[in-house]
């Protein structure tokens, strides 16, 4: 699951500003996230890390498959982009691996050899800017950490190349809102890289949903909880540093549960109450919340529970409860080992297919808006509509009182 290796992760992070992201204590409620505008124009800077733990290389380099492959520059090369994404661009039909950026000079060298990407086609972040030549590159993959994703999307458009960016998009709506901004002005294409409208049991809980399976759904009830090391610190994990991770755990893997309570009911909230735990005396959480819990009431009258850890046993479900039946997704919303069960009029246990097929499918979608156009199934609007919910989620939390919610996600005054 996103987020649960963090105690695996072994870098030396150093970035921190205090004046891009504050965090600021509002009582005995817990902690109120006033951001600032993170990213670009904040000091946090990119910089090279050493290897991540468990990477296998391609022993042979990998070919685009067609004449018309969107070629991408992989930009981060970490635990996600090492081990999850760039092993399935093979899977891809349609997407291929043009170029990478990293600081580490060892990590291009023994990377860009394994893939067979060329030693003029491997850039470092300070020569980001030269990828506007390089005529190889069709679109960037942002897989940085989150508060350095909003100023690489920007430059990537102005260099004239289109964005694929990992989630959550960016730290702050106003980042999120510069970055759509930017796709705009350069006419390229962005997409938030949530494979999990792409994974073939959230794709059927989706449907079954819209068709009411379990009735008119009462209740949406999601988990995504890890636990992070307890030696880890903040200088050593930028998780859980706030300028390139804002408040922790409901920004990194949260998310899924807030998506899944969005794309299960099929509505937007309109009022949310929500609480956060940031304990004292423990490094890992001088920053970041160690856990985040949030009601949601949506316009039909379903609510959702949403509760997200970085200090708790494991768990990644999604449940929904509904007047007639009920849906149960446990694992929901990881990499692999998907299991989800419908209980009610038509009760069955799912079998869907290899959920890995979710970040192939992803990569060909965003190269079918690329070359054709096609329309992106989890656009930049949907990256910003989330970091919204996000600011009112610890909006409420920091007041203790309910926020409500214009359709669009905003809070209303
Ligand atoms: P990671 O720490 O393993 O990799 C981060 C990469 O960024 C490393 O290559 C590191 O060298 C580089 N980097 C550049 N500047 C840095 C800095 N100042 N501090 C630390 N690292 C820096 O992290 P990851 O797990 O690969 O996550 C990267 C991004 O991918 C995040 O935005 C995360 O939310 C996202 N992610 C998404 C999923 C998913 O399921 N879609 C899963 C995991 C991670």
């Given at each position: 699951m996103d987020g649960a290796g963090i105690s695996r992760r072994g870098f030396i992070g150093q970035a921190r500003d205090t004046a891009v992201v504050a965090l600021a204590a509002a009582g005995a409620a817990g902690s109120v996230l006033a951001?600032?505008?993170?990213?670009?124009?904040?000091?946090v800077v990119a910089r090279g890390r050493p290897m991540p733990d468990g990477v296998s290389l391609p022993s042979s380099p990998l070919r685009p498959k067609r004449q018309d492959s969107v070629g991408y520059a992989v930009v981060g090369l970490g635990d996600y982009a090492l081990n999850q994404m760039m092993p399935r661009f093979s899977r891809s039909e349609r997407s291929h691996i043009a170029a990478l950026v990293s600081g580490n000079p060892e990590k291009l060298r023994r990377v860009g050899d394994a893939y067979g990407v060329p030693a003029d086609a491997r850039y470092s972040y300070e020569h980001y800017e030269r990828i506007a030549a390089d005529t190889r590159i069709d679109a960037v993959y942002i897989v940085l950490p989150s508060g350095l994703h909003a100023e690489y999307a920007v430059r990537a458009f102005a260099a004239g190349k289109h964005v694929l960016c990992e989630k959550p998009?960016?730290?702050?709506s106003a980042d999120c809102e510069r970055m759509i901004a930017a796709g705009e002005r350069a006419n390229r294409r962005l997409m938030i890289a949530y494979r999990v409208h792409f994974e073939p049991h959230n794709m059927e809980a989706m449907a079954l949903m819209r068709r009411q399976a379990a009735g008119n759904i009462r209740f949406v009830r999601t988990e995504q909880l890890s636990r992070t090391d307890p030696k880890s610190r903040p200088a050593e994990n930028w998780r859980i540093d706030r300028a390139l991770a804002g408040g922790g755990p409901l920004e990194d893997f949260g998310i899924y549960g807030l998506q899944a309570a969005l794309y299960l009911t099929g509505e937007m909230p309109e009022a949310i109450t929500a609480t956060t735990f940031q304990p004292r005396n423990d490094p890992r959480f001088a920053q970041v919340f160690a856990s985040v819990a949030s009601h949601l009431r949506f316009p039909s009258g379903a609510i959702a529970q949403l509760m997200t850890s970085y200090d708790s046993d494991g768990s990644n479900i999604a449940h929904v409860r509904g007047d007639t039946g009920a849906l149960i997704m446990d694992p929901a919303t990881g990499y692999e080992g998907h299991k989800m069960r419908l209980e009610g009029r038509e009760s069955r246990d799912f079998s869907?297919?290899?959920?890995?097929v979710q970040f192939a499918r992803q990569l060909d979608n965003f190269s079918d808006a690329v070359r054709d156009n096609a329309t992106i199934r989890t656009p930049g609007a949907m990256g910003l509509r989330d970091v919204r919910l996000i600011e009112a989620i610890y909006a409420a939390a920091g007041t203790g009182s309910v926020v409500r919610l214009s359709p669009d996600g905003r809070m209303r005054r």
């Open positions: 951001q600032t505008g993170g990213g670009a124009g904040g000091s998009m960016a730290l702050n869907l297919g290899d959920p890995t």
